[in-house]
């Protein structure tokens, strides 16, 4: 058994990945911040200026900007009560982005979104691979919102819900809809 054990492990240390996929990886930076990052000729792989698109292994040595990029295997996973006004963004050029608020030593990232108008449960971590199975479409993850209208929902607006709605980016999965009415005596009807 601990022969298998090291076979699978030396079979880990030979895969070949994308270095922006490592350095995002390894908690360095985005894949977006790193694909600029070697554009600019500011990391070297194993002493050789690195260049778009190259694949690495977990054995090569990466240096970026100076430094010897080491891999933190630790899993953070934070569940935060995101107040309104903070955007879930990593972008730090947004005045009330979710990482300012937190102040978190270690890079993290939200895993999914709450609009800036919304408060709530929201996880950020830094395993790139659970937040992708978490939010991408193909894993069917469900979500579940408790939502507080100011107005009267009515059967339409149901309907749309439960239909899927048309965003920016795309239509929304169909959504479980449970219309729950309180009276003004604090009672659910």
Known sequence: MAKRNKTILHTEEKEELRLNKMLSDMGICSRR????LIAA????????????????????KIVVEGKEAKQDRSLVLIALNKPRGIVCTTDQREPDNVIDFLHYPKRVFPIGRLDKDSEGLLLLTNDGDLAYRMTHPKFEMDKTYHVVCSGIIDQRDISRLQSGITLDDGVTAPATVNNVRIRRDGKSE
Do not use: C, L
Request: glycine share 12%.
């Open 33 to 36: 911040q790193a694909d600029e």
């Open 41 to 60: 000729g500011k990391v070297t792989v194993d002493g050789q200026v690195a260049v778009t698109g190259m694949k690495v292994t977990r054995s090569s």
